[in-house]
């Protein structure tokens, strides 16, 4: 039971959420606010588990994830509900209770905070992480989820985590910072897309894939990966960032890798699930670092 829920949460994808908040919050540390960390970081994980809950019942109602009832792990979602292990209520009603406990931490950090604006950023983001699923909007399948992906994935944990400690927002520094966050977040969502084209439009979700064309989808890979490198370069030469940041570009190396296997094997779901690991493994070294050189520098 408790495995299986942990593949319903999508529990390995949580530090998509959890290393941007952490960066965000440590980009100043003086005067650490731990009480508002703690209640922020409850508000992005629970966030963030309530989005991939409410993601797997909204593909189940479209029919996307009924196609393939093969759990792959990394892409197709957790197929629990395929298999007749949880019901499309239970996923509906556990997402309802994680967002409601995000709810109630950011309800505590306004208090803390002694500021409502953060209820308002916060109502947004939980809005659009439901919305990014479900109907009436379903950005996922109208080729603009990957542009709110990259939002709550990137500028939303970072900035989020800097204005818990700072009281400030909008920042510039705080934005760029977080732009290299939610382009390597976007190539975990790319490259999983990938191998779900053919499923998708079964159920008429359209990604980017529909648009680009699986056939080329390792040039766009490409664009994602280095523009994400290239942001860390440029954080860099605006000396928002260490110049050991740049360490970090020792993973395009396995990033290339998983280009190389999206172009020769864009048909084969069992070969892209190697390009779906490659570019985790990519975003989570590449955070990792980013976290390690602001405390460091």
């Known amino acids: 039971m408790i495995r299986n829920f942990i593949q319903a949460i999508r529990l390995p994808f949580i530090t998509a959420s959890l290393l941007p908040f952490f960066f965000g919050s440590f980009i100043v540390r003086k005067h650490f606010a731990f009480a508002g960390f703690v209640l922020g ?35 197709g979602g957790s197929k629990l509900i395929q298999q007749n292990i949880f019901s499309e209520k239970f996923y509906l009603t556990s997402a309802i209770i994680f967002i409601l406990i995000s709810a109630a931490s950011v309800a505590l950090l306004s208090v803390v905070l002694k500021s409502y604006f953060v209820l308002a950023i916060y109502a947004i983001i939980a ?26 994935f990137g500028p939303a944990p970072v900035m989020g985590g800097y204005f818990i ?112 690991k490659l570019t985790i493994m990519v975003q989570n070294l590449v955070a990792v670092c980013l976290v390690l050189v602001i405390l460091f520098s």
């Not at 309530?50 to 009924?66: E, K, P």
Request: aromatic letters at 20%; a neutral charge.
């Open 127 to 152: 809005t659009l992480s439901w919305l990014y699923s479900i109907s009436p909007l379903r950005f996922s399948y109208h080729r603009v989820g990957e542009v709110f992906l990259f939002l709550l």
């Open 41 to 75: 970081l409850i508000a992005a994980l629970s966030t963030h588990i309530s989005a991939n809950l409410i993601n797997d019942y909204g593909d189940s109602r479209s029919g996307a994830d009924w196609h393939d009832k093969k759990a792959y792990k990394f892409f």
């Open 165 to 276: 400690q700072t009281g400030i927002f909008p920042d510039f520094k705080s934005f760029l910072l977080s732009l290299p966050f939610g382009m390597f977040t976007t190539a975990i969502l790319f490259a999983n897309e990938v191998p779900d084209f053919a499923d998708d439009q079964k159920a008429g979700k359209n990604t980017w894939v529909s648009l680009i064309g699986p056939q080329n989808c390792f040039i766009f890979y490409y664009f994602l990966i280095f523009s994400g490198f290239f942001l860390i370069l440029l954080n860099v030469l605006f000396a928002f960032l260490s110049p050991f940041a740049l360490f970090t570009f020792f993973f395009v190396i396995p990033a290339l890798q998983a280009a190389q296997i999206i172009k020769k094997s864009f048909e084969n779901k069992t070969e892209l699930i190697k390009s779906s």
